[in-house]
């Protein structure tokens, strides 16, 4: 079974950063795409960024510049750099990652999310 743990999250004033991180732990024989998602308080969980294997990117319009999503795949850890972050950012952030457990079993896994709250 794959686990994916994240942290980092916390309380910043608006304009601020934080990083998040995400390790993936257990029986992994390859990870593939590794993403961040994010669920405000009476909204739908959404995507926020995904990054390949190969490092190719991709971001949700609102965070494109000021959010940075990277993986060291040696460590089997994606990172989610925030900057310039607005009280719209406030959600619970998940990680999400898919690939092959040591049984060449395909698996998609989500972290237990952490808080972000951006103040005004």
């Known amino acids: 079974q794959v686990q994916l743990v994240e942290s980092g999250g916390g309380l910043v004033q608006a304009g601020g950063s934080l990083r998040l991180s995400c390790a993936a732990s257990g029986s992994i024989s390859s990870l593939n795409d590794m993403g961040w998602y994010r669920q405000a308080p009476g909204k739908r969980r959404e995507w926020v960024a995904t990054?390949?294997?190969?490092?190719?990117?991709n971001y949700k319009d609102s965070v494109k510049g000021r959010f940075t999503i990277s993986r060291d795949n040696a460590k089997s850890t994606v990172y989610l750099q925030m900057h310039s972050l607005k009280p719209e950012d406030t959600a619970v952030y998940y990680c999400n990652a898919g690939g092959y457990s040591g049984s060449f079993t395909p698996f998609a896994s989500w972290g237990q999310g952490t808080q972000v709250t951006v103040s005004s």
């Open positions: 990054i390949t294997r190969g490092g190719d990117t």
